[in-house]
């Protein structure tokens, strides 16, 4: 196979085109073609000449794929599915709302974390995407130029993916790349440490934790990671932190009944929040297969709501899109397996 062009820097296109004998100066070129324009083969690159063209071609393959399949809402909502790895699948949602339309994008081919209440980490873990293979989600998609912001949210963890995801948004949020604000992009966690640290210094991208309980053990039976990178441990890194007035912190909280939703929760969260200007978004839980986990009703949603922001912590309640698609980040993928299988 050959190397894929899509997803490189603009330092990775000059090395590249010096290496093949041409100019420096057609990196350049090459990153205005791939990340400027709307192209599907090098001969539409008019700028360079047909030798450089055919020398590219003979070498490389541009590496930007359109989905192999996709199934819309009644609510608008579209989720895509793209091939990964060797017969394996990634998602990728497109949410429009208004005037505001997000891709969630995937950074990982299934998940090593083991979450209780996620259908990703019940594939395992496949393999880490490339940068080119998640900004292919972001550019393959018939809505790209419609796009007002990036959400890593949808299968595995980006920050186990750390050199790529970093890659991705370099791409992304760079003037000779696409040119996206930083403050148009979230990438989540769970709370990888050191990983998050080197997230905070080498972008500007807002960071949204996944918590989902305030109190250690109950949050331990959640996600395993718990026990790697303990909450006070990722909280204590946060709080240390100059998000300065632009760049944004927010905590996920996936509301589970009669687990992590009463007023001790709330009083916890509290506490422990105390200091970090955040918001907190709360996420109703959907049921997936083989989990015990159910979710609260719309009033015990709404009532803790009301609590946290009577503490002063600014919560919403994240609108559940897709459900009528298979939407819960990893249910299409494993049903497109399991057809396959």
Known sequence: MKEKLFGKTLKEFMDLSVALGLPAYTGKQLSEWLYKKEISGFEEMTNLSKAARTLLA??????????VDVQESIDGTKKYLFPAL????????YIPDGKRSTVCVSSQVGCKMGCLFCMTGKQGFQGNLTSGEILNQYRSLPEWRKLTNIVYMGMGEPLDNLT??????????????????PRRITVSTIGITPAMLE???????????????????DRRKLMPIQQVYPLKEVLNEI???????????????????????SPAHVN??????????????????????????ESPDESTIEHFRDLLNAKGITTT?????????????GLLSTKKLQIKG
């Not at 003979?58 to 989905?67: A, D, K, T």
């Not at 060797?86 to 949602?93: L, N, V, W, Y």
């Open 268 to 293: 916890e969260l509290s506490r422990i929040l105390h200091g970090i200007r955040c918001r907190i978004n709360l996420i109703r839980f959907h049921p997936i297969p083989d989990t015990p986990l």
């Open 86 to 93: 060797s017969g394996k699948f990634i998602e990728t949602a």
């Open 164 to 181: 790529e995801v970093l890659k991705s948004l370099e791409i992304l949020t760079s003037e000779w790349g696409f040119g996206l604000s």
């Open 58 to 67: 003979s070498s490389y393959e541009l590496g930007i794929h359109e989905p």
């Open 239 to 261: 709080r240390s932190w100059d998000f300065g007035r632009q760049r944004r912190i927010s905590f996920e909280y996936i509301l589970f009944k009669r687990f992590n939703d």
């Open 317 to 329: 309640i994240r609108a559940s899109r897709g459900q009528d698609i298979w939407a819960a980040c």
């Open 199 to 217: 997230f905070l210094e080498k972008s500007e991208a807002h960071l949204a934790v996944s918590l989902h309980s305030p109190f250690d053990e």
